[in-house]
């Protein structure tokens, strides 16, 4: 193997390497990864590649009515009178009357020379129509990336609730080793004990409750990314994104495609009342030929420019108008529509952000007084001043607080990257 093509194999299986290491590294995911082999892992993504090649397709078996046109003809008659001449003139034989039975083959080529655009037109309305297609597809594919968003901070939240658990449980673990310290040195009751191991029997069954729906929601994840995702895999807290009030989305590119593929259709329904100009011949064999008072086979060519011209095409002039300006206001209509349903949907998140803004802040100064409280609670307990559920409580608070200012921030960012959705993720 050539230097050549060792560096190439080098570069391909780097390149492999480094694609799988961000999904292979403890198992983690981040949120961009997944909106890209989500929409590469669909089934809808192949119609694009096709719907390319059908446009290609249509474009270029138009460009071959540039080509000289060729037909081949075949004729075979039998008619009840043929031309003849009812005159003698003496001195000069009677021309041959022709045969009833007649004979004809002969070639015909067109070659276009105007044909008022018409061609150029059906091009151009061929690039739209797969477009339009396209922006269906990409349509569809865009609404995946909301399905990622609840999937993805549905894990993320199971993964904070299951971090707040571990907290409490490292509390918990601490107690029970001192309470079982001090039973075996008879300075509590039994029953001391038992009630700090149901709590943590307890936070068992949520740590099991919480790693099933993680379980669920990682596997479905995985589905939709095509990536065999185990139980103990971790996604990565996405950045804040850049918010934009422009709404870039998708659909507003469909309506454009709509509205463009109803001015070129109606472009193409003008060149029809424009006159068509073509050159045309004609060579054959028959009997009779161009000089039909000849009763024999013989060959002939016919050669000339025609132009045609179809008045009857304005009747449907103002119609084709109508019609099209009918399909520009529905698609207008249908703007209107995407982008009122779009500003609520802005609104609502932008007031959801500013909403757990204030709530994160309240939840930090909570979460300062439960420690403080839970602290102080301990104290006592160790010093027999409270009984073990009233220090459990207070243990449990702390973690809800956890829990509680977790949720929001996981829910804040969630508010953004909905925001981000709506107003449309650049992939």
């Not at 045969?99 to 276009?112: E, G, L, P, R, V």
């Not at 004609?282 to 009997?287: A, M």
């Not at 949720?407 to 960012?413: A, G, Y």
């Amino acid at each position: 193997m050539t230097y050549y093509g060792r560096f190439i194999v080098l570069c391909a299986f780097w390149f492999f390497y480094n694609s799988n290491y961000s999904f292979s590294q403890a198992g983690k995911l981040s949120l961009d990864s997944c909106f890209i082999l989500a929409r590469n892992n669909y089934p809808q993504i192949k119609q694009l590649h096709l719907l390319v090649k059908t446009g290609e397709t249509t474009v270029s078996n138009l460009n071959k009515a540039y080509l000289p046109q060729f037909s081949f003809n075949a004729q075979a008659t039998y008619q009840s009178d043929v031309t003849s001449l009812p005159i003698s003139i003496p001195g000069f034989p009677s021309p041959e009357p022709l045969n009833k039975d007649q004979y004809k083959f002969y070639a015909d080529m067109t070659q276009i020379v105007y044909d008022g655009g018409t061609i150029q037109l059906q091009k151009k309305l061929a690039r739209a129509n797969a477009k339009l297609e396209i922006s269906k597809v990409e349509t569809e594919l865009y609404k995946l990336n909301e399905r990622i968003l609840q999937l993805y901070f549905g894990i993320l939240i199971s993964q904070y609730n299951l971090q707040s658990l571990d907290l409490l449980e490292k509390d918990l673990v601490e107690q029970i080793n001192k309470a079982t310290v001090a039973l075996n040195a008879k300075a509590i009751a039994a029953n001391t004990l038992y009630l700090i191991q149901a709590e943590k029997l307890k936070l068992d069954q949520r740590r099991i409750e919480l790693n099933t729906y993680k379980g669920q929601l990682i596997q479905i994840l995985g589905v939709f990314i095509n990536r065999n995702l185990g139980s103990t895999a971790e996604l990565l807290e996405p950045p804040i994104p850049s918010l934009s009030p422009v709404i870039q989305r998708p659909e507003l590119q469909l309506v454009d495609q709509q509205i463009y593929l109803a001015n070129l259709q109606w472009k193409l329904s003008r060149t029809k009342s424009i006159p068509r100009v073509n050159l045309f011949g004609q060579v054959g064999y028959s009997n009779p030929a161009l000089n039909f008072l000849k009763n024999e086979f013989q060959t002939y060519y016919i050669g000339g420019i025609r132009l045609n011209w179809n008045f009857s095409a304005l009747y449907q002039y103002k119609g084709d108008h109508r019609m099209s300006v009918l399909n520009k206001n529905l698609a207008e209509l249908q703007r209107e529509s995407f982008l009122f349903n779009t500003q609520l949907n802005l609104m609502q998140q932008n007031q959801d952000i500013q909403k757990y803004v204030q709530l994160i802040k309240s939840d930090k100064d909570l979460i300062e007084l439960r420690i403080k409280i839970k602290n102080a609670s301990k104290s006592q307990y160790e010093n027999g001043l409270i009984t073990t559920s009233d220090y459990l409580r207070e243990l449990n608070a702390e973690e809800q607080a956890r829990t509680t200012e977790f949720v929001h921030r996981l829910q804040f960012l969630q508010a953004q990257y909905l925001f981000y959705y709506y107003s449309g993720i650049n992939l």
